[in-house]
């Protein structure tokens, strides 16, 4: 129960309290609009440039961390697309998009703030490996995905160029692949840049989970809630059990077993709507699995904080 109290709850404090400000009008949607733009486009993609071009690589970078956590997203992947098409009936385009929630999880406004309070903030070196391929896996193997349902028997090579274009148009691979550029050449950033660099960070995750929580106003629980609950325990149940489970296999150590387990039980991020807007498909339950699975994850993620040693 300490754990959900010293850990937990602050965080979710914030996002209820962005939640509260913009459902009695205290916070306008243009002004979340704004907030998260600069959040997602500038602040967070400065902390990952920072983490990464700082990261000792041939340390952290660990192939069993890596394994146990991308099998497990890969799974919450299968899950949600196999159980979309097999027992819900959707199209494959819809499946994709149910396939992605369980796959894309919320490894950086909620991952972040979560782990940083319950093991340190030199714990977080971990999350940064993990957080580093965790868009450009996500990106990559989501919209490969859909592009071969939306057009099957198109050319591979289409196929490819719209996967790159996806990926480097974020914001975040875009910072943290700045990070491996600084990091791998072994050039010093002035002293100038890094602590502008720093200011931006110190805002990012407080302003971040705030505008999380006005960003949560506007996803209304629409849509099956079969198909809703089968997301959100793709992602809060399959995805960390089975990261947990490789980590064992594998003979992680208990920083590497917690890491991956942790960044594994976040809730469906905002990027699984924001994916399944962009190609029309399972919108409803893209949206409701973010809103109901952030406000499981509390329960959740204090479950995975008392079994991980």
Request: net charge neutral; charged share 10%.
């Amino acid at each position: 129960m300490q754990s959900l109290i010293d850990v937990i709850l602050p965080v979710f404090l914030v996002i209820g309290f962005g939640y509260f400000a913009v459902w009695r009008g205290l916070f306008s949607d243009s002004s979340v609009d704004g907030l998260m733009k600069f959040t997602q486009n500038f602040a967070i993609p400065c902390l990952l440039f920072r983490a990464i071009s700082t990261l000792d690589l041939g340390q952290e970078f660990d192939l069993g961390l890596l394994l146990a956590f991308y099998g497990g997203a890969t799974s919450g992947f299968l899950a949600g697309l196999l159980g979309a098409r097999f027992i819900f009936g959707r199209d494959w385009a819809d499946s994709v998009a149910f396939g992605f929630a369980g796959l894309f999880s919320n490894s950086v406004l909620l991952g972040l703030p979560i782990a940083e309070r319950a093991f340190g903030v030199e714990s977080l070196r971990l999350n940064y490996a993990i957080i580093a391929v965790h868009a450009p896996f996500c990106y990559g193997l989501g919209v490969t995905a859909m592009e071969i349902a939306r057009n099957r028997g198109g050319h591979p090579a289409d196929t490819a160029k719209k996967v790159l274009a996806a990926m480097f148009r974020n914001a975040l691979v875009i910072g943290i692949a700045l990070g491996f550029a600084v990091n791998l050449s072994g050039l010093p950033l002035p002293g100038i840049v890094t602590d502008a660099v720093d200011l931006m960070v110190r805002a990012a995750l407080p302003a971040a989970l705030f505008g999380l929580g006005g960003v949560l106003v506007r996803y209304r629980p629409e849509g099956d809630m079969r198909a809703i609950l089968w997301v959100c325990g793709a992602s809060l149940i399959l995805h960390p059990a089975v990261a947990y489970s490789l980590g064992w296999l594998l003979g992680l150590s208990v920083e590497q077993l917690r890491a991956a387990v942790l960044t594994a039980a976040m809730a469906p991020g905002v990027n699984t709507y924001i994916f399944a807007n962009m190609y029309g498909a399972a919108r409803r339950v893209a949206a409701s699995g973010v809103l109901i699975g952030t406000g499981l994850s509390i329960v959740t993620v204090w479950v995975w904080l008392l079994i991980l040693p």
